[in-house]
């Protein structure tokens, strides 16, 4: 597998530092032979050479949902999680919090799984 799970966001703003969170939280886990994790930071055309050429590439970032925080979606190819809040302090919120494990084994069960399937949390 050549594929890519890279984490958008800044750790300084709260709750936009989910992405980094998740792949923090990836970087402990098995995962399988081929797949790369990223801190993506708060990259954006700069990160078009790191998604080149990948059989897949995944994103997860902060997005607003319009729902409560740390809920997340799948929205393709990003996994987007509601934030809480997106002030100038460093570290997550309780919600955004909650949501790394749950968001890392979206992202694991995808990565897993030959196809991929489309969710809504």
């Given amino acids: 597998m050549n594929a890519v ?19 923090e939280w990836l970087k402990q886990r ?8 990223m801190d993506g930071g708060t ?6 050479p790191t998604l080149t050429g990948r059989r897949r ?6 997005a607003n949902l319009g729902r409560a925080p740390g809920k997340w979606a799948r929205l393709a190819p990003i996994f987007g999680v ?14 955004a919090e909650a949501a790394v ?8 069960n995808e990565i897993w799984s030959p196809h991929g399937k489309d969710s809504d949390h």
């Fill in 5 to 23: 799970v890279v984490g958008l966001g800044n750790p300084l703003r709260g709750d936009d530092g989910i992405g980094p969170a998740v792949i």
């Fill in 30 to 37: 098995e995962l399988p032979a081929g797949v790369e994790v």
């Fill in 57 to 62: 590439a995944l994103i997860v970032d902060a």
């Fill in 82 to 95: 509601q934030p809480a809040r997106l002030d100038w302090s460093p570290g997550l919120s309780v919600e």
């Fill in 101 to 108: 494990p749950v968001v890392g084994n979206a992202v694991l």
């Fill in 43 to 48: 990259g954006g055309l700069e990160l078009i």
